[in-house]
Nanobody, 114 residues
Framework: QVQLVESGGGLVQPGGSLRLSCAAS????????MGWYRQAPGKQRELVAT???????NYADSVKGRFTISRTNAKNTVYLQMNSLKAEDTAVYYC????????WGQGTQVTVSS
């Protein structure tokens, strides 16, 4: 059974930082591409960042220079370091794993507000 469990969300002030984690089980983590997506109220789910099995990364223009995606294969975990957070980053953040099949986590809420 595949599980992706996100953690690290919460309430943060504008300009602050958060680090999201996604722990995977039930897959051969090292061969999967991993990603973070987000969905704000009333909006479609959108790509935030991805990292391939080889470590290549891709970012949405809106987060370039502020967010960093990384992975630790030994821990079956992918991370999203989020700095200089803005109110418009408020959303539910979802972890995604893709290879032949695709899997999603349950999401973690990030709220940026003063």
């Amino acid at each position: 059974q595949v599980q992706l469990v996100e953690s690290g969300g919460g309430l943060v002030q504008p300009g602050g930082s958060l680090r999201l984690s996604c722990a995977a089980s039930g897959i051969i983590f090292s061969i999967y591409g991993m990603g973070w997506y987000r969905q704000a109220p009333g909006k479609q789910r959108e790509l935030v960042a991805t990292i391939t099995s080889g470590g290549s990364t891709n970012y949405a223009d809106s987060v370039k220079g502020r967010f960093t995606i990384s992975r630790t294969n030994a821990k079956n975990t992918v991370y999203l370091q989020m700095n200089s957070l803005k109110a418009e980053d408020t959303a539910v953040y979802y972890c995604n794993a893709w290879y032949i099949s695709q899997y999603w986590g349950q999401g973690t809420q990030v709220t940026v507000s003063s």
